[in-house]
């Protein structure tokens, strides 16, 4: 992996000012920050089952790190915050993280992106500290399907975090579900059903080239024709518009309110539209899922870096973003760090 050539400015650093804007003009709004690179499931699109690379500890950033960088972002335009990973909830002091971003100046909204094991007891602190929203990765409602794909016999663990985040109030509630063929393709219809029942919003995701085993190969892979083509054959499916920048297309499922969506990164790629920047658990700074390079913020900061000199970091490695991630160029490249070290 290649590091940006994003040099500490010194003295002719910049204001504290936004909009994060690149050479395409894309104004970068929400920031994806991951906690940690640690889980508590090995999803085989994901992590491999054995021998994952972690950071050392040492270079996972602090709390207030972590509030601090975010707090920049939010002076340069940042208005979405989501928490990810790893699995988020595995960060003891991730109640903490939460109430600091929460309680920034320019308050962005913070959401959570978790595989739901442990949401049962902490959805009521979190929401607490400011939480407003929760996705919840489940790839199946089938629990020996469920068990065979993230490794781990964790289903009612998912369906009682669930439980616990409506009870306190989340809202939305969204699913989110990788279909992986000969393992549950024909779950797609159950998990629909499953949230529709709910309340819950469902949007597959296809699967992308950033597994950890580097196994993914797009002949394989389940596509948005294939996904709606499922559900279109047990229900009736309305296309929405208003999708702006958002990564999920939709579709009013039977006439509503329930409502289904696609993130086709691979097959209808949404990057013109793309908005979002990604800070890694060690403090990297990522332009893109598929970056080849990223801007080293730890290193920076830990070494004395004043606020105005990082959100010039901030900016340079906003605008080295290229047009499109590259998936079925020539020379595109997987990225060395596997989803679960990016943050999805
Ligand atoms: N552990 C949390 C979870 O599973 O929700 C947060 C991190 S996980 C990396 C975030 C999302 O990325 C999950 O919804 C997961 O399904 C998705 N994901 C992971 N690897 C993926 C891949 N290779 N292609 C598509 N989505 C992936
Ligand atoms: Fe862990 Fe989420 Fe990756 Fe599954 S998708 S292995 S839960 S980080």
Redesign the pocket.
Same mark, same amino acid.
């Given at each position: 992996m290649t590091t940006l050539t994003l040099e500490r400015p010194g003295a002719a650093a910049g204001p504290v000012a936004g909009p994060l804007v690149d050479r395409f003009g894309r104004v970068h709004t929400d920031l994806r920050v991951?906690v940690t690179d640690r889980?508590s499931?090995r999803?085989s699109?994901?992590m491999p089952e054995h021998g994952v690379p972690l950071a050392p500890a040492s270079f996972l950033l602090d709390a207030s790190e972590i509030v601090r960088l975010v707090g920049i972002a939010t002076r340069l335009g940042v208005t979405q915050v989501r928490l $990810?990973? %790893?699995?988020?909830l595995l960060r003891a002091d991730l109640v903490d993280i939460v109430a600091g971003i929460a309680g920034l100046p320019a308050r962005p909204e913070v959401s959570l992106? $978790?595989? %739901?094991l442990g949401l049962a007891r902490l959805a009521g602190p979190l929401a607490a500290a400011g939480l407003g929203r929760v996705?919840?990765?489940l790839?199946s409602v089938d629990r020996v399907h469920y068990a065979a794909i993230t490794r781990r016999d964790r289903l009612d663990d998912v369906l009682a975090g669930l439980e616990a985040a409506r009870a306190v109030g989340l809202d939305p509630i969204k699913l989110?579900?990788?279909l992986l063929r000969g393992v549950n393709e024909a779950d797609a219809v159950p998990l629909l059903d499953f949230a529709l029942a709910r309340g819950y919003e469902l949007r597959f995701?296809?699967?992308?080239?950033?597994?950890g085993g580097h196994t993914?190969r797009r002949a394989a892979m389940i596509g948005a024709d294939e996904i709606l083509a499922r559900l279109g054959a047990s229900h009736r499916l309305t296309p929405l518009d208003g999708r702006g920048a958002a990564p999920a297309a939709r579709w009013l499922v039977d006439d509503g309110p329930g409502v289904v969506g696609v993130?086709a990164?691979v097959t209808r790629p949404f990057c013109g539209a793309c908005e979002r920047v990604r800070l890694t658990a060690d403090g990297c700074m990522r332009n893109c899922l598929f970056a080849r390079g990223e801007s080293d913020l730890r290193e920076a900061l830990r070494d004395g870096a004043t606020d105005a000199e990082l959100a010039d970091m901030f900016r340079a490695c906003v605008a080295a973003k290229r047009a499109g991630h590259g998936i079925g160029e020539p020379g595109f490249a997987q990225p060395t760090r596997?989803?679960?070290a990016?943050?999805?």
């Open positions: 991951s889980c499931l999803c699109y994901c $990810t990973g %790893g699995e988020p992106t $978790t595989n %739901g996705n919840v990765s790839d989110n579900a990788v995701i296809e699967q992308m080239p950033l597994d993914w993130i990164a596997p989803m679960s990016i943050g999805g």
